[in-house]
């Protein structure tokens, strides 16, 4: 098991730049691959970012391609995301998560074991 516990986010302007942290415990991320995605109101959990397990891999969604990075520290089983260049669509609750399974689609919530509790991300314009 993998518990993920989430900091950072709040409420930010146009433009600005946020850091979002989700710290592991229970398993090691160097064997587990990582991502973040955000749930706009009444929708499904839309991919941000994966970093894969052995970190030669990292993919974006498009919307966020650029000003996005996502990170991880495998000595302190740290996730990061930072975020620069906010904008209003951005607003969203991030949400940390991690898959064991090497035949998983990364950038598909469901296939997802492990999940942080979510941290409200609010880009005013």
């Known amino acids: 098991q993998m518990q993920l516990v989430q900091s950072g986010g709040g409420r930010v302007q146009a433009g600005d730049s946020l850091k979002l942290s989700c710290a592991a415990s229970?398993?090691?991320?160097?064997?587990?691959?990582m991502a973040w995605f955000r749930r706009y109101p009444g929708q499904g959990r839309e991919f941000v970012a994966f970093?894969?397990?052995?970190?030669?891999?990292?993919l974006y969604a498009d919307s966020v391609k650029g000003r996005f990075t996502i990170s991880k520290d495998a000595n302190r089983n740290m996730l990061y995301l930072q975020m620069n260049n906010l904008k209003p669509e951005d607003t969203a609750t991030y949400f940390c998560?991690?898959?064991?399974?090497?035949?998983?689609?990364?950038?598909?919530?469901?296939?997802?074991?492990?999940w942080g509790q979510g941290t409200q991300v609010t880009v005013a314009s």
């Open positions: 998560a991690g898959v064991i399974s090497t035949g998983a689609r990364l950038h598909v919530a469901a296939d997802y074991d492990y």
């Open positions: 229970g398993r090691t991320m160097a064997t587990t691959t």
């Open positions: 970093i894969h397990q052995n970190a030669d891999a990292i």
